[in-house]
């Protein structure tokens, strides 16, 4: 099993940046594959970045491409989503999760509030 806590969530400006953290505990951190995702009340939740378990191959949605950057630190327990030229439809809550299942996302997050303001 895994806990994950997320972080780095808050208001910012249309234009501007930020990090979002999320702390694992329990074992075996590097043995899966994490994400970061988004939702919005009344809409779906969105899969915003991947990273596999060794961090060298990463796949994002398209509408972050080229904005946000996803990360991990193996030795730190600890995955990093880096929003740059943000938007104010970016605004969600973040979460992160881990991958235990081959087919799904099992472990999640309580999630960071990101607002970005016009």
């Known amino acids: 099993q895994v806990q994950l806590l997320e972080s780095g969530g808050g208001l910012v400006q249309a234009g501007g940046s930020l990090r979002l953290s999320c702390a694992a505990s329990g074992r075996a951190f590097s043995t899966y594959p994490m994400g970061w995702f988004r939702q919005v009340p009344g809409k779906e939740r969105e899969r915003v970045a991947t990273i596999s378990r060794g961090g060298y191959s990463t796949d994002y949605a398209d509408s972050v491409k080229g904005r946000f950057t996803i990360s991990r630190d193996n030795e730190k327990n600890t995955v990093y989503l880096q929003m740059n030229s943000l938007k104010p439809e970016d605004t969600a809550v973040y979460y992160c999760?881990?991958?235990?299942?081959?087919?799904?996302?099992?472990?999640w997050g309580q999630g960071t509030q990101v607002t970005v303001s016009p």
């Open positions: 999760a881990a991958r235990s299942d081959p087919y799904e996302y099992d472990y």
